[in-house]
């Protein structure tokens, strides 16, 4: 899929990656009880008997977390299968009150579906299809927390219970951009349809990371698995490492064990945590305490029926109905937020208006936003002024300079754009009468580049443009301003 390739002393190598996601689902009870899933709440508020696993307590399917995963299977165009069942996956482990982990191994609720990613947004040539080998629904673990005792562990179970989509790739990816493109897909796709927020810096989606490196076209090697990698840069760091630790250990003579490595992000590298050379029996049976989940036809409709318009079909739409480049239609699908705002311009603006709105966005707006250090979630100028502004640039009430006067104090004061041009007195003039006399004096002042200019040094128009828009403060019409230059100079 990819030409990258790693020059060990021996010769070339090539990575395959696979990554096993977890997101969270979106909901407001867990899994299996009827406890709150907020995050950032006092540490075991949130926990319910179910979550403690009382004796007696016995769980409840928690039917909106299994419709968000069959929709957000059915997003990855992936087999939905109308019947699943919960295992008993048998560990213990401090923050898991159970002693096992509700999970789906041998039946999951979604099969095979597929992502598709682009390396450039520039280049549609660079699509690349990633396969989705499995969704499986199971509860996350609760938190060990080191740091509030000298000398003993505190446990949170706040987070016991709550529902995970585990969202395994087939093994693809064949370097770190492609596994970084992926993610960024398949975030945005989550955030679309709704069933998972996204949000890696609050742990609610994360991935363990499977690298392993051959030669160009022999078998797999052996994989090693980094566990809960939390943000884009990190798994492709950590791939990167990996990937290069793994060709020097076999270059000088040693083998690749399979294991279980944790990233450390200061350090920006991966380090052992436990061996995985033999397959842990985790004693995986059948939960007697629940049913399987059999999916009726009614059921399954009103999951596809719910489906927004998603990205992919979103970015063609841009580019066909629109009108829009790739590129910007690519930029502007990427975030189901900033669609959203985009399309809020367009409902006041108007689509015939598309391409320049496009243009304005992903130069003007980002470009602010990222020079104040704001997600547009925070933007100073929401959609409908932004209308307003656009539409007193194609009126000529605005020339491109005064624009962009107006724009900066928009964004220092919120102030919607009409209303800042009347009060600071910042609208365009063509006033031919009022250009034809600042013209007049500022070729009077400079007789010789006049005499220049006739001769036939035709740069020097560019030098009285610039002179009769300083004299005007940059609030003359400029299409105005050449015309009657040109009829004041005598020249066409």
Same mark, same amino acid.
């Given at each position: 899929?990819?030409?990258?390739?790693?020059?060990?002393?021996?010769?070339?190598?090539?990575?395959?990656?696979?990554?096993?996601?977890?997101?969270?689902?979106?909901?407001?009870?867990?899994?299996?009880?009827? *406890?709150?899933?907020?995050?950032?709440?006092?540490?075991?508020?949130?926990?319910?008997?179910?979550? $403690?696993?009382? /004796?007696?307590?016995?769980?409840?399917?928690?039917? @909106?977390?299994?419709? +968000?995963?069959?929709?957000?299977?059915?997003?990855?165009?992936?087999?939905?299968?109308?019947?699943?069942?919960?295992?008993?996956?048998?560990?213990?482990?401090?923050?898991?009150?159970?002693?096992? +982990?509700?999970?789906?191994?041998?039946?999951?609720?979604?099969?095979?579906?597929?992502?598709?990613?682009?390396?450039? @947004?520039?280049?549609?040539?660079?699509?690349?299809?990633?396969? #989705?080998?499995?969704?499986?629904?199971?509860?996350? =673990?609760?938190?060990?927390?080191?740091? +509030?005792? /000298?000398?003993?562990?505190?446990?949170?179970?706040?987070?016991? &219970?709550?529902?995970?989509?585990?969202?395994?790739?087939?093994?693809?990816?064949?370097?770190?951009?492609?596994?970084? $493109?992926?993610?960024?897909?398949?975030?945005?796709?989550?955030?679309?349809?709704?069933?998972?927020?996204?949000?890696?810096?609050?742990?609610?989606?994360?991935?363990?990371?499977?690298?392993?490196?051959?030669?160009?076209?022999?078998?797999? !090697?052996?994989?090693?698995?980094?566990?809960? #990698?939390?943000?884009?840069?990190?798994?492709?760091?950590?791939?990167?490492?990996?990937?290069?630790?793994?060709?020097?250990?076999?270059?000088?003579?040693?083998?690749?064990?399979?294991?279980?490595?944790?990233?450390?992000?200061?350090?920006?590298?991966?380090?052992?945590?436990?061996?995985?050379?033999?397959?842990?029996?985790?004693?995986?049976?059948?939960?007697?305490?629940?049913?399987?989940?059999?999916?009726?036809? %009614?059921?399954?409709?009103?999951?596809?029926?719910?489906? /927004?318009?998603? /990205?992919?079909?979103?970015?063609?739409?841009?580019?066909? *109905?629109?009108?829009?480049?790739?590129?910007?239609?690519?930029?502007?699908? =990427?975030?189901?937020?900033?669609?959203?705002?985009?399309?809020?311009?367009?409902?006041?603006?108007?689509?015939?208006?598309?391409?320049?709105?496009?243009?304005? #966005?992903?130069?003007?707006?980002?470009?602010?936003?990222?020079?104040? !250090?704001?997600?547009?979630?925070?933007?100073? #100028?929401?959609?409908?002024?932004? $209308?307003?502004?656009?539409?007193?640039?194609?009126?000529?009430?605005?020339?491109?300079?005064?624009?962009? +006067?107006?724009?900066?104090?928009?964004?220092?004061?919120? @102030?919607?754009? !009409?209303?800042?041009?009347?009060?600071?007195?910042?609208?365009?003039?063509?006033?031919?009468? *009022?250009? %034809?006399?600042?013209?007049?004096?500022?070729?009077?002042?400079?007789?010789?580049?006049?005499?220049?200019?006739?001769?036939?040094?035709?740069?020097?128009?560019?030098?009285?443009?610039?002179?009769?828009?300083?004299?005007? $403060?940059?609030?003359?019409?400029?299409?105005?301003?050449?015309?009657?230059?040109?009829?004041?100079? &005598?020249?066409?």
């Amino acid at each position: 899929m990819s030409d990258y390739r790693i020059h060990g002393a021996t010769g070339e190598w090539e990575v395959v990656i696979g990554l096993e996601v977890h997101a969270q689902v979106t909901s407001h009870a867990k899994l299996f009880s009827g *406890a709150a899933t907020a995050f950032g709440a006092e540490p075991n508020t949130q926990v319910s008997l179910v979550d $403690a696993a009382m /004796p007696g307590m016995l769980p409840v399917p928690n039917a @909106e977390c299994i419709r +968000q995963a069959v929709r957000t299977g059915m997003a990855l165009e992936a087999k939905v299968n109308p019947w699943s069942r919960f295992d008993r996956k048998n560990y213990f482990y401090a923050d898991l009150p159970q002693g096992y +982990q509700i999970s789906q191994l041998y039946h999951p609720i979604v099969g095979e579906g597929e992502i598709e990613i682009l390396l450039d @947004e520039k280049d549609e040539g660079s699509a690349r299809r990633v396969g #989705v080998e499995r969704i499986h629904l199971e509860q996350d =673990a609760g938190k060990l927390m080191h740091d +509030q005792h /000298p000398s003993m562990s505190y446990v949170d179970l706040n987070r016991s &219970g709550v529902a995970l989509m585990e969202i395994v790739s087939k093994p693809d990816m064949r370097s770190p951009e492609e596994a970084g $493109a992926y993610i960024r897909k398949l975030r945005s796709i989550l955030r679309y349809v709704g069933s998972c927020d996204g949000n890696m810096e609050q742990g609610s989606m994360r991935a363990d990371v499977n690298v392993s490196v051959r030669r160009p076209g022999a078998g797999f !090697g052996t994989r090693t698995e980094t566990k809960n #990698v939390n943000s884009v840069r990190f798994i492709m760091a950590a791939i990167e490492y990996e990937a290069n630790r793994q060709v020097d250990l076999l270059e000088s003579g040693g083998t690749v064990v399979q294991e279980t490595r944790l990233f450390d992000p200061d350090k920006g590298e991966t380090r052992s945590l436990r061996s995985k050379e033999e397959a842990h029996d985790y004693r995986y049976f059948p939960d007697p305490d629940l049913l399987p989940v059999e999916l009726g036809d %009614d059921f399954l409709a009103d999951c596809r029926a719910s489906l /927004p318009e998603l /990205p992919d079909a979103k970015r063609r739409r841009y580019e066909t *109905a629109l009108g829009l480049p790739p590129y910007n239609a690519a930029v502007l699908t =990427a975030e189901v937020e900033t669609a959203r705002w985009f399309e809020a311009l367009l409902a006041t603006l108007g689509d015939e208006h598309a391409v320049r709105a496009s243009n304005w #966005v992903i130069s003007d707006l980002f470009g602010a936003l990222n020079r104040l !250090g704001k997600p547009l979630a925070e933007s100073p #100028v929401g959609p409908g002024q932004a $209308a307003e502004l656009l539409r007193l640039i194609a009126d000529g009430t605005l020339s491109g300079t005064l624009a962009k +006067q107006v724009f900066e104090i928009m964004l220092e004061t919120g @102030e919607d754009p !009409g209303r800042i041009v009347e009060a600071r007195g910042l609208r365009q003039t063509s006033d031919t009468g *009022a250009i %034809d006399k600042v013209i007049a004096e500022i070729l009077a002042a400079h007789a010789d580049k006049v005499a220049e200019y006739r001769s036939g040094k035709d740069k020097l128009f560019g030098f009285f443009v610039g002179q009769t828009m300083k004299a005007m $403060a940059g609030k003359a019409n400029p299409q105005v301003v050449n015309d009657l230059l040109r009829k004041a100079l &005598g020249r066409p």
